[in-house]
């Protein structure tokens, strides 16, 4: 499964540019002169990025709390090749106009009490394929054959139709989920979970539930909204109630046939109701960065109060970014939509490990006295193991059970134009610049990160082209 989540994000890093080509492709025969903002203007695609809370209730028999709460980051984008759709996102390997045959991702939660999410974290991003058949524009069926990292599987087939009515935009949609019996097993019967905790407070391995609930189903149905509130801010709300199939809450591990789950929220995207284009003559760029691990928090790094590792982790990243939008609310802020592939070098406290990350990146730019640059990105990055930064921070020295892979990523940068620098035209289009690589799981606040507080900083320093 790690090579396939290689494989995949190479793929879908050659997605993006093939996304990009295609959207910004110009008659060579008519071109004779370099691009220009005249020459170069198409549709800005449909994008997005929203914050919000996901409060769900939790139908298990062994607690007293019956609700749970994650904050939750949700992005969006529609290409030719690639999608991101809020909790999920894919490519597609296959694409008619009214069929499409994609690789997908999801986010999946499981709503335990929150004082068992560290230990016991069953929230995952899982893998599939997706079979999606149009019988309208915006009324899709979809069939999906899902996965976690460790084989269990389901099914699903969605049923969804959309709706745009002026300032609102509504989604209607139904779910049937069919679950295999390893994954029911597990995630409903927590066959294999403890069932108590010793007098010390740590779980009683000794005495573990022994469910086999068996293959089963559920079935969904839900409404989300989003409202344009002005420009490129909208208001998010989602809503969905699900029912247990009879075998699986007949079993002692459940306590109701019915769990219910809501979101609201925030967030930025492409205006409705303008049709604004882009005109960035360089509008993709490359990103090569070496950094060197710090024990410091994000605040310390901020202010310039960065400590040294004393095992000097230290690794290197690349990074490629496609525009998204020029003029987020008309400021001259520029969105990226940016993959990332960072090789994390063995030392003392570490393997040698890789990490991923998927990011939306805004860069605001200041023409005084020379061209510099502000960023901020925000995305999710996936190790393949847990960092030596991150198991001495979390598990050493916070004594959480487990770290996690995946956690929320930032990235903060200010750079510099170097043909301003130099006065070597060649070089306007290179930037040279500071960041912080910075990884963390949101103060214990999301159940997708582990419910853990923590993280790991890296100061870096980089090179970016942009063609």
């Given at each position: ?36 903002h005249e020459s170069w203007p ?196 989602e809503a969905k109630v699900t ?63 960065s400590q040294r590792d004393p ?157």
């Amino acid at each position: 499964m790690k090579y396939l989540v290689i494989i995949g994000f190479f793929f879908t890093a050659y997605a993006f540019a093939g996304d990009t080509i295609k959207n910004s492709n110009l008659d060579k025969k008519d071109q004779k002169s370099p691009i220009s903002h005249e020459s170069w203007p198409h549709e800005e695609p449909e994008w997005g990025i929203a914050i919000g809370e996901r409060s769900a209730s939790i139908p298990f028999t062994a607690t007293d709390n019956k609700h749970v709460n994650d904050f939750i980051t949700k992005y969006y984008y529609e290409g030719e090749y690639v999608f991101l759709r809020g909790d999920r996102g894919g490519v597609h390997f296959y694409k008619q106009p009214r069929y499409n045959f994609s690789g997908i991702a999801q986010m999946r939660f499981l709503d335990i009490p929150e004082r068992m999410q560290n230990e016991f974290n069953g929230s995952k991003i899982d893998a599939g394929l997706q079979l999606e058949y149009f019988f309208m524009p915006k009324f899709p069926i979809q069939y999906e054959y899902l996965s976690d990292l460790k084989g269990h599987n389901y099914g699903k087939i969605n049923l969804r139709y959309a709706i745009d009515y002026q300032d609102f935009d509504f989604k209607l949609y139904s779910t049937v989920r069919l679950k295999s019996a390893n994954f029911n097993n597990l995630y409903y019967g927590l066959d294999g979970f403890p069932k108590s905790k010793n007098p010390d407070g740590t779980w009683n391995w000794n005495e573990i539930n022994d469910n086999k609930i068996g293959s089963d189903y559920d079935i969904s149905v839900g409404m989300g909204s989003r409202y344009h509130v002005w420009r490129n801010l909208y208001l998010l709300a989602e809503a969905k109630v699900t029912r247990l199939g009879r075998k699986t809450y007949r079993s002692s591990s459940i306590d109701t046939p019915f769990q219910s789950e809501y979101y609201l929220g925030f967030g930025f995207f492409k205006d409705k109701k303008r049709k604004d284009e882009l005109t960035l003559p360089h509008n993709q760029y490359i990103r090569w960065a070496y950094g060197w691990g710090t024990t410091s928090n994000l605040n310390d790094v901020l202010t310039g109060h960065s400590q040294r590792d004393p095992y000097n982790n230290q690794m290197t990243s690349f990074f490629y970014g496609f525009p998204l939008t020029e003029n987020i609310f008309g400021s001259g802020i520029e969105l990226f939509l940016t993959p990332g592939f960072v090789w994390h070098f063995k030392s003392e406290n570490q393997p040698q490990l890789e990490e991923y990350v998927l990011a939306m990146k805004a860069y605001y730019t200041i023409k005084w006295p020379l061209r510099w640059r502000l960023g901020l990105a925000e995305g999710l990055s996936y190790t393949t193991d847990i960092t030596g930064l991150e198991r001495t921070e979390i598990i050493d020295e916070k004594g959480y059970a487990k770290a996690s892979k995946l956690l929320n990523y930032l990235d903060f940068s200010l750079d510099v134009n170097l043909g301003d620098i130099t006065t070597v035209k060649k070089l306007d289009n290179l930037w040279l610049g500071y960041s912080i690589h910075h990884r963390s799981a949101i103060f214990e606040d999301s159940s997708l990160f582990g419910r853990i507080k923590g993280g790991s900083n890296y100061n870096s320093a980089y090179l970016q082209w942009h063609f």
